[in-house]
Antibody, heavy 119, light 112 residues
């Protein structure tokens, strides 16, 4: 059974930094791309970033480009999202998803971790 | 404002057939495949349809997807109360800014 467990969310001040983690199990982690998708309170889904299975290719939404960095450690079966220069509009539940890169489909999703950016 | 356009709401009675549309452009739906997600209240999204019309294992065949040009549709036949959820379409978008995934704004389906 595929399991994705996000962690690292919390309250951070505007301009601050946070690193999210997503621990994966139940599949060959290095064989799959991974993605981060967020959902602001009461709003729709917004794609944030994706990374290929090897980590050699990364993709970012315009809204986070230059501020967020996606990475992975295939030896630890863990996906990361380093978030810098956080803004109030980054407040959201952040989901990680096992992804098929060729069609961008999120095959399996974690339960999410809440990031709140507020002073 | 979302890159992909969906109606904000849809409704139907049990047993009915409902369709949800998703409109895009040549840089996304027109040149890439479409995925659909179902999000039940208070839960994480779930992949419902991938590559325009493929159902993951475990998804009932009451759900079907199609694509034509720069638009896509999700159809739900034999509507059931447990289908009440938010539905989102998504696709790769290839623009001058590079490759990104774009989502529709979501459609809230109400089973009357």
């Amino acid at each position: 059974e595929v399991q994705l467990l996000e962690s690292g969310g919390g309250l951070v001040q505007p301009g601050g930094s946070l690193r999210l983690s997503c621990a994966a199990s139940g599949f060959t982690f290095s064989s799959y791309a991974m993605s981060w998708v967020r959902q602001a309170p009461g709003k729709g889904l917004e794609w944030v970033s994706a990374i290929s299975g090897s980590g050699g290719s990364t993709y970012y939404a315009d809204s986070v480009k230059g501020r967020f960095t996606i990475s992975r450690d295939n030896s630890k079966n863990t996906l990361y999202l380093q978030m810098n220069s956080l803004r109030a509009e980054d407040t959201a539940v952040y989901y990680c998803a096992q992804t098929r890169l060729y069609d961008s489909s999120g095959i399996n999703w974690g339960q999410g971790t809440l990031v709140t950016v507020s002073s | 404002q979302s890159v992909l356009t969906q109606p904000p709401s849809a409704s139907g009675t049990p047993g009915q057939r409902v369709t949800i549309s998703c409109s895009g452009s040549s840089s996304n739906i027109g040149s890439n495949t479409v995925n659909w997600y179902q999000q039940l209240p208070g839960t994480a999204p779930k992949l419902l349809i991938y590559s325009n019309n493929q159902r993951p294992s475990g998804v009932p065949d009451r759900f079907s997807g199609s694509k034509s040009g720069t638009s896509a549709s999700l159809a739900i036949s034999g509507l059931q109360s447990e289908d009440e959820a938010d539905y989102y379409c998504a696709a790769w978008d290839d623009s001058l800014n590079g490759r990104q995934v774009v989502f529709g704004g979501g459609t809230k389906l109400t089973v009357l």
